[in-house]
């Protein structure tokens, strides 16, 4: 088997199941962003926490143990509301459209 071929079919459906928990979440923030229903506000807080998030300078220091990663938890927390509220059915009937699209049932 070359490198680029994926594994047998058993293990392609694992492959699948994984791949499409983990770029559910990163896809519904998409079409959040690109909807034209959700206010330029809540987009605004959205690109504004992720950004706080990786950014290496905030409020607390995250080289402080515990406390340094609490408020980019907070902001995590925030964001996620955010993006719960405007994660309507037809942004998750999307992207779930795209997950089969890409990995297939």
């Known amino acids: 088997m070359s490198n680029t071929e994926l594994p047998k079919t058993k293990d392609k459906s694992l492959i699948h199941r994984i791949g499409g928990k983990i770029l559910t979440p990163p896809l519904i923030i998409y079409y959040i962003l ?18 706080y998030i990786i950014f290496p300078f905030d ?39 795209k997950l089969t699209d890409w990995f297939g049932k």
């Open 59 to 97: 409020f607390i220091p995250d080289f402080i143990p515990i406390a340094g990663y609490g408020d980019d938890f907070a902001t995590l927390i925030w964001a996620i509301r955010t993006i719960y509220i405007n994660a309507t059915p037809e942004i998750k009937r999307k992207t779930q459209k």
């Open 34 to 51: 690109k909807s034209k229903d959700v206010s330029i506000a809540d987009k605004a807080k959205i690109c504004g926490s992720l950004i």
